[in-house]
């Protein structure tokens, strides 16, 4: 995967759009025929579910200007979204972030843009973009540290759901019983160590960006930052024990808000990795501190995974209906 460079009016049906709806900004890529990014936009995502749909209208339209392609050229889009996400029915319930309870998203975008639309959970269209990026190795979990804590698995290619779409909820395996209240109503969660919103509310302190105050601070000597800057390490420590031992993946891929520490969080993590491992010659084994790895800042991930789901999506489609006229 290339980024960006400018794109013609190109053939026929050849972009594959992407769109990353986060809580504050969407990130959009297009991507052409050989899967170059020819362009990536970013606009910023409204509140409520009207607002949400156009801003998916709106960042395609911003693509359109910015790649030089017009509708015709579309093949399809793809968005990656939070909250609990139908993607076969392509429905979105509880977005919280984005002040979004229920959202029949592919039929209201559909009413605007006739072209193959498809939806998916954020975090398992960040695995795909991810791993893409990686040369699509046999077997990687995308482990999302952001607001909230959460995986997605991809094997040959493919999403790894589990029986019910719940494979890779590492937030919520309990790693503590009389740790935090998780807003899950379990204690000691994962999510609850190393989860943006719970340690910046156990920190309690005002400021823009509490988990890098939390570091500062932390390197400056203070107690409690110190307690909650391990309680991260421990965190994200667990999360990657359990995706290596339940799945066996070959690698752990890092990213979300929490990633823009860059070295001073892979440093504490992988201490901690070690320090655990040092006790077990069963951790030694598995080498964890040798299969992490860490989205660079500014990675397209997120949004080139929805591409890929879009895309997957005209795919299927394509070839039912192929079948259906045989």
Known sequence: MTVPERAGAGEARSMRLGLDVGGTKTDAVALDGTDRIVARVRVRTGWGRDAVVMTILDAIAALRA????????????GVGIPGLVDAEGGRVLHAVNLGVQELELAAAVREALDVPFA??????????????LHGDPPSMAYLNLGTGVAAGIVVDGALWRGARGTAGEVGHISIDPRGRLCGCGQRGCVESF???????????RPGELPILDIFDAAEGGDATARELREGIAYGAASAVRILVLSADVETVVLGGGLTALGDRLRGVLTRRLREEAEVSAFLRSLRL????????????????????????????????????HG
């Open 66 to 77: 910015e790649g030089s392609f017009d509708h015709d050229a579309i093949a399809s889009v």
């Open 119 to 132: 939806v998916e959970n954020d975090v398992k269209a960040a695995a795909l973009g991810a791993a893409a």
């Open 194 to 204: 190393c989860g943006g919103g719970a340690v910046a509310k156990a920190w309690g």
């Open 289 to 324: 501190d040798e299969r992490i790895e860490m989205l660079p800042a500014g990675s397209p991930a997120a949004a080139l995974g929805a591409a890929l789901v879009g895309a997957a999506h005209d795919r299927v489609g394509t070839e039912q209906g192929a079948e259906s």
